[in-house]
């Protein structure tokens, strides 16, 4: 066996032996974040959200929300989460309101929570309602699912829809590392054009993107798995960890890791 060819087989060893090292040590730096999400009840990311990068959102949901909760007698929020945001819109609040929560985790806690401001909370899937025709003043839905048809049919005639979503442009950056990562289209434009067959008025349809930075690997690694609709079937400690490794290696900036963030509003009317 030639010298060389024995210097060859050691240094492939060595760095295979790196890669397995540094592999398990980035192993161990995401593993409590996977472990942390595997736990995540409720929906509040207060601690774990990224810091803006330039001026914020030309819209303010909450505020928007509370105005048109002050002329309502009832309102459902669809997809309420642990309720965390439509239990401080409902401080104060005396008309009748409802959240309804898909999902089995969050549900409960959103009784909870809900429970002492006197808002019912009923686990339902929220393209499908399980309320009367009519039933409501204001439907409320930040970030979750609707379907325009099912708003229209439990709005009563001069209700409104208060509507913020997550945009088409949401970490388009990540999409070159994880081409399997979910694209849900024009959804601003299915939704408005889905809401005017209903003949309901579209009075606001805004989107917006802006830049913010994740304070590291870990931080996205989380958000990842708490929305495991964003990259189905979503490995962060196994197959996918080599697609992330180099993400950081290109996104890492000095503020974090930079991504685009998308938003849009609509607010709309049912006017006959
Ligand atoms: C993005 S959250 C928004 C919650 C709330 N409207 C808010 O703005 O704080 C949308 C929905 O996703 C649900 N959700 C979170 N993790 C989920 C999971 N692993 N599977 C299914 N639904 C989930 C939440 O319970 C919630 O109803």
């Given at each position: 066996?030639?010298?060389?060819?024995?210097?060859?087989?050691?240094?492939?060893?060595?760095?295979?032996?790196e890669?397995?090292?540094?592999?398990?040590?980035d192993?161990?730096?995401?593993?409590?974040?996977?472990?942390?999400?595997?736990?995540?009840?409720?929906?509040?990311?207060d601690?774990?959200?990224?810091?803006?990068?330039?001026?914020?959102?030309?819209?303010?949901?909450?505020?928007?929300?509370?105005?048109?909760?002050?002329?309502?007698?009832?309102?459902?929020?669809?997809?309420?989460?642990?309720?965390?945001?439509?239990?401080?819109?409902?401080?104060?609040?005396?008309?009748?309101?409802?959240?309804?929560?898909?999902?089995?985790v969050?549900?409960?806690?959103?009784?909870?929570r809900?429970?002492?401001?006197?808002v019912?909370?009923?686990?339902?899937?929220?393209?499908?309602?399980?309320?009367?025709?009519?039933?409501?003043?204001?439907?409320?839905?930040?970030?979750?699912?609707?379907?325009?048809?099912?708003?229209?049919?439990?709005?009563?005639?001069?209700?409104?829809?208060?509507?913020?979503?997550?945009?088409?442009?949401?970490?388009?950056?990540?999409?070159?590392?994880?081409?399997?990562?979910?694209?849900?289209?024009?959804?601003?434009?299915?939704?408005?054009?889905?809401?005017?067959?209903?003949?309901?008025?579209?009075?606001?349809a805004?989107?917006?993107?802006?830049?913010?930075?994740?304070?590291?690997?870990?931080?996205?690694?989380?958000?990842?798995?708490?929305?495991?609709?964003?990259?189905?079937?979503?490995d962060?400690?196994?197959?996918?960890?080599?697609?992330?490794?180099?993400?950081?290696?290109?996104?890492?900036?000095?503020?974090?890791?930079?991504?685009?963030?998308?938003?849009?509003?609509?607010?709309?009317?049912?006017?006959?």
């Open positions: 066996m030639s010298k060389n060819f024995i210097v060859a087989i050691a240094n492939s060893t060595l760095n295979a032996a890669g397995h090292s540094s592999n398990s040590a192993v161990n730096r995401l593993r409590p974040y996977v472990e942390r999400a595997l736990t995540l009840t409720g929906w509040d990311l601690r774990i959200a990224p810091t803006r990068i330039g001026p914020g959102l030309p819209w303010n949901y909450e505020r928007r929300a509370r105005e048109l909760l002050a002329q309502a007698q009832s309102v459902l929020d669809l997809g309420t989460g642990g309720g965390e945001l439509f239990a401080e819109l409902c401080a104060g609040y005396h008309g009748r309101a409802i959240a309804s929560e898909p999902w089995a969050n549900a409960p806690i959103a009784k909870r809900l429970s002492r401001r006197e019912d909370v009923v686990r339902a899937h929220s393209l499908r309602l399980p309320f009367h025709s009519g039933a409501f003043d204001l439907v409320l839905d930040r970030h979750e699912e609707l379907d325009p048809n099912e708003v229209h049919r439990v709005l009563r005639r001069g209700g409104s829809l208060l509507t913020q979503q997550i945009g088409e442009n949401e970490w388009n950056e990540l999409r070159p590392f994880f081409p399997r990562m979910q694209d849900f289209g024009p959804l601003l434009d299915r939704y408005v054009s889905g809401l005017q067959q209903t003949r309901m008025t579209v009075a606001v805004k989107a917006r993107d802006f830049r913010s930075a994740y304070r590291g690997l870990g931080e996205l690694v989380y958000l990842l798995c708490i929305s495991p609709w964003t990259i189905p079937d979503f962060p400690l196994g197959k996918d960890l080599a697609a992330l490794l180099h993400m950081e290696d290109r996104l890492a900036a000095r503020e974090g890791l930079i991504l685009t963030e998308s938003r849009f509003i609509i607010e709309a009317r049912k006017t006959t």
